[in-house]
C-alpha cells in the first residue's frame, strides 16, 4: 500500500475513535458510524471603521473669520481655539451691544437717583406711597435691562472665539481666514474623540440572522490581532444593494491603537447553533453537481445524495440525507462510489 493511502487509513480510524470510542469490525474495510456536533454558523461580511456621529462647528454671529488654523487630520481638545470673526459688523455689533450697555446703566442710574429723592420726600410727606412704589418698580426694571445688556456683550465676545465643541479630529474644513460669514453657518466638521464603531452590510440568509446583541470578530486588513465585537445597532433602511447595515462597537474599552476612521478589515460573527452530522471530508462524493456518500448496509454499499454545511478540520457538517449513526465509507469512497457506477454501465451498441 502506498504511504499517501496507509495515511487516508489511520486517519480515518482516528475520526472513529473521536465519536465512538472503539472500532467496529467494519472499520477495517474503512467505515465508520457518524456522530453530531453543534455547529455555529459564522456571518462573514467585510467592515469599515467609521464615526458614531459627526460634530459641526457653526458660527452664532455675523463676520469676518480671521486666525482660523485648524487642518484636515488635526486633533483638538474642547474648549480650544479655532479661530475667531471680525470685521465691520462684528464691529457693529459690539458697539451696538456696548451702547445698549451704556443707556441701560443710564437709566439705572437715574431711575435710582430718583427713588432716592421720593424717599426723602415721602418722610417729609410730600410725596405719596404710590409714587415711591413705581419708582421702585422702576428701578428694578432698569437693573435686570442692565443684567441683559452685560449678559448680551459678553455673549458677543465669547461668539467672537470659535472653538471646538469637543475633543476630536478635525474630518472637514467648509471655510477660510477672510471669508463672510453668516449665523448658522458651518465653518468645520470635527469626529469625537473615542466614537468610532465598524459599520457593515449583510444580505441574504445572513441578514435574516442578524440581531443585536451578536458578537464576533473584527480583524483589520493588513495583519493584527482580531478585536472581539459586538451588534449594537441594526439600520431599519435597508442598504442600495439590498442588505442589512449594521453598527458594531467593541466588546471590551478601549479602542485599539489602530482603529481609526476608514480602517478596512473582515468581520465574523457567531450565528445561530445547530445540532448537525458530521463526516470525514474524505467520504464526500461529487457528481455530476451533487453531493453523495456510500452508506454501509447489510446489502452492500448504497450511494446517498447528502446536502453538505461547513467544513470544521477533517470533518464536514451535513445539512440532511444521514443520520447519526449511519455508516459511511471513508477510505477509497470515490473510488468506491465510481466502480459501482461502471459495474451498471452498459456501453453502447
Same mark, same amino acid.
Given at each position: 500500500?502506498?504511504?499517501?493511502?496507509?495515511?487516508?487509513? /489511520?486517519?480515518?480510524?482516528?475520526?472513529?475513535?473521536?465519536?465512538?470510542?472503539?472500532?467496529? *469490525?467494519?472499520?477495517?474495510?474503512?467505515?465508520?458510524?457518524?456522530?453530531?456536533?453543534?455547529? /455555529?454558523?459564522?456571518?462573514?461580511?467585510?467592515?469599515?471603521?467609521?464615526?458614531?456621529?459627526?460634530?459641526?462647528?457653526?458660527?452664532?454671529?455675523?463676520?469676518?473669520?480671521? +486666525?482660523?488654523?485648524?487642518?484636515?487630520?488635526?486633533?483638538?481638545?474642547?474648549?480650544?481655539?479655532? +479661530?475667531?470673526?471680525?470685521?465691520?459688523?462684528?464691529?457693529?455689533?459690539?458697539?451696538?451691544?456696548?451702547?445698549?450697555?451704556?443707556?441701560?446703566?443710564?437709566?439705572?442710574?437715574?431711575?435710582?437717583?430718583?427713588?432716592?429723592?421720593?424717599?426723602?420726600?415721602?418722610?417729609?410727606?410730600?410725596?405719596?406711597?404710590?409714587?415711591?412704589?413705581?419708582?421702585?418698580?422702576?428701578?428694578?426694571?432698569?437693573?435686570?435691562?442692565?443684567?441683559?445688556?452685560?449678559?448680551?456683550?459678553?455673549?458677543?465676545?465669547?461668539?467672537?472665539?470659535?472653538?471646538?465643541?469637543?475633543?476630536? &479630529?478635525?474630518?472637514?474644513?467648509?471655510?477660510?481666514?477672510?471669508?463672510?460669514?453668516?449665523?448658522?453657518?458651518?465653518?468645520?466638521?470635527?469626529?469625537?474623540?473615542?466614537?468610532?464603531?465598524?459599520?457593515?452590510?449583510?444580505?441574504?440568509?445572513?441578514?435574516?440572522?442578524?440581531?443585536?446583541?451578536?458578537? +464576533?470578530?473584527?480583524?483589520?486588513?493588513?495583519?493584527?490581532?482580531?478585536?472581539?465585537?459586538?451588534?449594537?445597532?441594526?439600520?431599519?433602511?435597508?442598504?442600495?444593494?439590498?442588505?442589512?447595515?449594521?453598527?458594531?462597537?467593541?466588546?471590551?474599552?478601549?479602542?485599539?491603537?489602530?482603529?481609526?476612521?476608514?480602517?478596512?478589515?473582515?468581520? &465574523?460573527?457567531?450565528?445561530? *447553533?445547530?445540532?448537525?452530522?458530521?463526516?470525514?471530508?474524505?467520504?464526500?462524493?461529487?457528481?455530476?453537481?451533487?453531493?453523495?456518500?456510500?452508506?454501509?448496509?447489510?446489502?452492500?454499499?448504497?450511494?446517498?445524495?447528502?446536502?453538505?454545511?461547513?467544513?470544521?478540520?477533517?470533518?464536514?457538517?451535513?445539512?440532511? +440525507?444521514?443520520?447519526?449513526?449511519?455508516?459511511?465509507?471513508?477510505?477509497?469512497?470515490?473510488?468506491?462510489?465510481?466502480?459501482?457506477?461502471?459495474?451498471?454501465?452498459?456501453?453502447?451498441?
Amino acid at each position: 500500500m502506498l504511504w499517501w493511502a496507509r495515511a487516508i487509513v /489511520v486517519a480515518a480510524c482516528a475520526l472513529r475513535v473521536a465519536f465512538a470510542g472503539t472500532l467496529p *469490525a467494519d472499520a477495517a474495510r474503512g467505515c465508520m458510524p457518524v456522530g453530531t456536533q453543534v455547529i /455555529v454558523r459564522a456571518l462573514h461580511a467585510y467592515g469599515q471603521v467609521a464615526p458614531m456621529t459627526v460634530v459641526r462647528v457653526r458660527v452664532a454671529a455675523p463676520g469676518t473669520l480671521a +486666525g482660523l488654523r485648524a487642518l484636515q487630520g488635526r486633533r483638538v481638545t474642547e474648549g480650544e481655539a479655532l +479661530g475667531r470673526l471680525g470685521g465691520p459688523r462684528m464691529q457693529t455689533l459690539r458697539v451696538d451691544r456696548a451702547q445698549a450697555l451704556r443707556s441701560a446703566e443710564a437709566r439705572e442710574h437715574a431711575a435710582g437717583r430718583l427713588l432716592r429723592g421720593l424717599q426723602r420726600r415721602r418722610e417729609a410727606q410730600l410725596a405719596t406711597r404710590q409714587a415711591v412704589d413705581a419708582a421702585q418698580r422702576d428701578l428694578t426694571a432698569a437693573r435686570a435691562a442692565v443684567r441683559i445688556a452685560k449678559a448680551q456683550l459678553q455673549e458677543l465676545r465669547a461668539l467672537e472665539v470659535l472653538r471646538a465643541p469637543t475633543a476630536g &479630529t478635525v474630518l472637514a474644513v467648509q471655510a477660510a481666514n477672510g471669508e463672510e460669514v453668516e449665523p448658522g453657518e458651518t465653518i468645520m466638521t470635527l469626529q469625537p474623540a473615542g466614537r468610532l464603531w465598524i459599520r457593515a452590510t449583510y444580505d441574504g440568509a445572513d441578514a435574516a440572522a442578524l440581531h443585536v446583541g451578536m458578537r +464576533g470578530r473584527f480583524a483589520p486588513a493588513g495583519g493584527g490581532d482580531a478585536m472581539p465585537v459586538e451588534v449594537a445597532s441594526m439600520f431599519a433602511a435597508m442598504a442600495n444593494d439590498g442588505g442589512v447595515q449594521v453598527g458594531l462597537v467593541p466588546q471590551h474599552a478601549p479602542l485599539p491603537p489602530w482603529w481609526i476612521n476608514g480602517q478596512w478589515g473582515s468581520l &465574523t460573527l457567531d450565528g445561530p *447553533a445547530r445540532r448537525m452530522v458530521m463526516v470525514p471530508t474524505q467520504a464526500l462524493v461529487l457528481d455530476d453537481g451533487r453531493w453523495w456518500v456510500l452508506v454501509h448496509t447489510p446489502k452492500g454499499d448504497m450511494p446517498r445524495r447528502v446536502v453538505p454545511g461547513p467544513a470544521h478540520g477533517w470533518l464536514t457538517a451535513v445539512a440532511s +440525507g444521514l443520520q447519526p449513526g449511519d455508516d459511511v465509507v471513508v477510505t477509497d469512497a470515490y473510488l468506491e462510489f465510481h466502480r459501482g457506477i461502471a459495474r451498471a454501465y452498459t456501453p453502447p451498441d
